[in-house]
């Protein structure tokens, strides 16, 4: 599907919306409550393509999982029962596990697979099977797993139950690989020491990760760039509530800024998440931004009179912790004074696209003024027009997109936008609330 959307500069108005369910907690608490012995309740989960890929995994594990929703809210809301597979006391070995187009699918459930006592092939559509995971793949070969794979991509076969043991894995391309030996190797037959060589990017990431295993009483001991993990564990999360996405509000938070309308976005909590730091940024480059943890709300204030600034201040960013922040900033870069510039992103070639090539070629379609470096971006201040873009199948440049094209002299066409229901299904109807004009181009 292809979208047309129009610059409306003057009628953007004042909104309030509900901040998307986190996509990287809701991924990690089914993952966890299926490898938990007993029933576990996830409140407030995302329901996408992504997560569904993560559901239909734990499922033919042999997990029970049950879609509730909730009858006393007047909203669509639905929460997860989940009666889990036990490690692998209870697994089933399954034949194919399709991941579709969730990285985090297909790196957690590789090192899954290596619990069963079988073979399991793991696979993807063809954005995923394009994507390394060599280093994920020789740490499990080294913890006793069999491994068959070319070039590290999927198709993957693993069999062979983990031992335990020591390995070594780089921490500069995926914080995922990480995600998966500590998600998996609890269940080894022995001991697990993990050691991380070089900068662990996304580490926030790894925190969500622990967090979710810390719930439900697993031990893991981190050491500097070192965890230890004992063996035959048992978890048993109970209950974990899914707190609203900083990373998909960043859309939305942006175009307030951007468009000066005020804005209340609910649902967002103090986390784990690295993207939180978005509103640290937007308050950097000039926004009013007020954040009541407490309440779970974050207000963007537009300017009261003619008379305050409407400069923004440019920026200089480390984007390895915060990498799904990247195309945001690269449309917000657009419209601050002077040249802002992401590095430290390199990992970002090896998402659903090459995130710092693509932004960076469609920006440019539009009249970004931009230089492109292997880690990142430079932007200068630049007025956008309207053009035909590619998303790529990847859902945070067609998001990222949708906002430039608000900011835009003339209307601009989106192309293949369904890809954004891999994380945030509302996302076009958010849009529409705040006023934005779009059509469907057939």
Known sequence: MDIKIYPRLSVFKDSTITAPPSKSYTHRAITVAALSE??????????????????DACRQFGADILRLKDNQSDKNEYSLE???FDGHRRIKSPVLID???????LRFFTAISALCEGCVRLTGDESLIKRPNTPLLNALEDLGAKIFSIDGKAPIDVCGRLKGGKTVIDGSMSSQFISALLLSTPFAENDTTLYIKGEAKSRPYIDMTLELIREAGGKIIHDGDSYFIPSNQVFNLKSFSIPGDFSSASYILAASSLLDFDLVMTGLKDSAQGDKVILDILKSIGTKVEW??????????KKVSQSQSETL???????????DLFPTLSVIATRCEGVSELFNAEHLRYKESDRISKMSEELRKMGAKITEKRDGLII?????K??????YGDHRIAMALSIAALLADGPSIIKDVECVDISYPSFFNDLKKIGAYMEVVT
């Not at 991941?99 to 699918?105: H, P």
């Not at 009541?292 to 204030?301: A, D, L, Q, R, T």
């Open 38 to 55: 007993n029933r576990s309740q996830i409140l407030n989960p995302l329901l996408s393509e992504d997560t569904n890929a993560t559901i």
């Open 82 to 84: 989940i009666h889990g």
């Open 99 to 105: 991941a579709k187009n969730s990285g985090t699918t």
């Open 292 to 301: 009541m943890k407490n309440e779970e709300i974050v207000k963007i204030s």
């Open 313 to 323: 201040n440019c920026f200089k960013i480390d984007i390895g912790d915060t990498p």
């Open 380 to 384: 200068a201040k630049s007025n956008l």
């Open 386 to 391: 309207g053009a035909i873009l590619e998303s």
